[in-house]
């Protein structure tokens, strides 16, 4: 086997953020404002987006001179585990994503027009998959030359806030080569955007229809497109990652409260070492993946991906998905019939981890790649 680099640290900005998102998060995210939501058009309180701009947190990764901090990808790991902790569901990760996308390019114009925006509140999200299999390496949608112009023909599914995004960053072949492209929503058509069924009823995503768009080719981003997808795609799995990291350490926490009340039989069933033994494996699985997230946020950098920033990510987000989804079965297990109802909150987190294991590649997907970069 190979020698991977098994660093690990907070630092000090790091730790800060995670005590401020902790405390903005438990504020703004409590379980009824969660549930107040789910049948919301947009699906996040448009306020609390406002004031995570205001806090700079859609800047932490983007360079001070377009208006961020410059701390990079990792310190925004502290601030999505919080918000998986209390189920706050925002843009937050793809815009993230489109922002650094667009600095990994080093496309100067677009970044000097498009950060800022970014960093004020601007919503931007994802068009990358043509359907649901984060492991299809074949890109569908193409753009052709239209006078000075880009005209596109193709659609996206599974795209993130699409109502709401100002701004979508595409996948496509153009000239026989994957491209990346920004695409106003402005350029889009009537009735272009559908949106999709989830079983995680904290997030919206929609089949975007791009057929018939016509964009300026300055909007196409310079860089090797097709390294840049793949940073992405490995960001966005540590992101989620960190993210259902969270969300275990909460459903950890419901079943806990749960076991230490209900009384069955005369006795408290926590007391039962049937109960006990999987809530052990439940703090082991999520002490797990938090320590696979926090060694991945060290190693990414705003340079390409290496080998053992590769392995981290893809290790977080194997351990984290399984970890959630352990999690969310044994509390609706443990809530007994009421678990399987609506109104129990373990609901909330089942479906979640039915949602989560899937974004950005299942645990199989994972370790199908792992195995070429770990063994001989």
Same mark, same amino acid.
């Given at each position: 086997m190979k020698k991977s680099n098994m660093a690990i640290g907070l630092s000090e900005e790091q730790g800060m953020l995670l005590d401020t998102a902790r405390e903005f998060c438990r504020d703004r995210s409590a379980i009824p404002a969660v549930r107040a939501l789910l049948q919301s058009e947009s699906g996040f309180d448009a306020q609390v987006w406002q004031e995570i701009a205001e806090l700079g947190w859609l800047g932490v990764a983007v360079s001070e001179a377009h208006g961020g901090s410059g +701390? !990079?990808? @990792?310190?925004? /790991?502290?601030i999505v585990e919080c918000m998986g902790k209390r189920l706050l569901s925002t843009p937050y990760i793809t815009t993230v994503l489109v922002a650094e996308a667009l600095q990994r390019a080093q496309s100067h114009a677009l970044c000097e027009r498009h950060l800022p925006a970014i960093v004020g509140g601007q919503i931007a999200t994802l068009a990358l998959l043509e359907s649901e299999d984060w492991g299809e390496e074949t890109i569908e949608l193409t753009a052709t030359d239209a006078g000075g112009d880009l005209q596109l023909a193709g659609s996206k599914t599974q795209v993130a806030y699409a109502v709401q995004a100002e701004l979508f960053l595409v996948s496509l072949t153009y000239q026989d080569e994957a491209r990346l492209l920004l695409v106003p929503a402005s350029a889009l058509g009537e009735g272009a955007v559908r949106r999709q069924t989830n079983i995680d009823e904290t997030r919206r995503s929609s089949r975007v229809d791009f057929t018939g768009a016509t964009v300026s080719s300055d909007h196409l981003l310079s860089g090797d497109a097709a390294a840049i997808i793949r940073d992405l795609r490995l960001l966005g799995a540590l992101l989620y990652a960190a993210e259902a990291a969270g969300s275990t350490a909460a459903c950890m926490d419901l079943t806990v409260d749960y076991l230490k009340t209900r009384k069955q039989f005369g006795h408290l069933i926590g007391s039962y070492q049937s109960l006990k033994h999987p809530m052990v494996e439940v703090l082991c699985d999520m002490d797990n993946a938090r320590s696979f997230v926090y060694h991945a946020a060290t190693l990414v950098s705003e340079a390409s991906l290496d080998e053992d920033a590769e392995s981290a990510c893809r290790m977080a987000k194997a351990q984290a998905s399984e970890a959630l989804k352990f999690a969310a079965d044994r509390?609706? %297990?443990?809530? !007994? @019939?009421? @678990?399987?109802? #609506?109104?129990?909150?373990? %609901? +909330? #987190? /089942?479906?979640?981890? %039915?949602?989560s294991q899937q974004a950005f590649g299942d645990a199989y997907h994972h370790r199908k790649r792992l195995a070429s970069l770990l063994l001989d």
């Open positions: +701390l !990079g990808m @990792g310190s925004a /790991i502290p509390a609706v %297990q443990f809530h !007994g @019939g009421m @678990g399987f109802t #609506y109104e129990c909150d373990a %609901q +909330l #987190y /089942i479906r979640r981890a %039915q949602w």
